[in-house]
């Protein structure tokens, strides 16, 4: 029998050594532009979530002061005026408008905690309970905030169905924005 021996030469050892260094650094390139890649798309993500903090604190600035001190009061006020109705129905189209970037997948979990809390409490003190009931119980208002009767019904839940491997590649995990 013979037996079949692979000699190699000293220059073969050295292309090959070449070779595993080149795969080794296009590799870490492409592990590098993957990260960059995930970390653009965080920061995409952070930029469009503060647009919506923009406006929610746009509206705020718009209630009387009568609508602000609503939550503190023991007895509030029967009639909601006119342009707190306005800003309160605007709150709830930014509301609505959240929950669909969120069930899209453009908020950060750590955005929606904060959100979801933000909503939550809002919606349980006056002028918005009050214009929120007169839009719930208003037959011509069916078709109008679908996300937000539903989050409203369904224990306030998440509206993002993405698997978390998804929701980590799109820079959606995590507490930390930044």
Known sequence: MYRTVLAL??????????GAIAQAIVALGLIFGLLNLRRASKLR????EDRFEERYQTLMEQLSLEALRGATQQQPP????EEDQRVVRAYF????TQL???AAGWITDGTWSHWKQGITDRMGHWPFTAVWDEIRTDPRAGHLYRRLR??????HTDPCQLKRMRRWWRGLTGENRR
């Open 9 to 18: 030469s000293k220059w073969d050892t050295r292309w090959i050594a070449v």
């Open 45 to 48: 993500i952070i930029s469009y």
């Open 78 to 81: 029967e009639q909601c005026k």
């Open 93 to 96: 189209r930014l509301c609505e």
């Open 100 to 102: 669909n970037v969120r």
């Open 150 to 155: 539903t989050f409203k019904t369904d224990n």
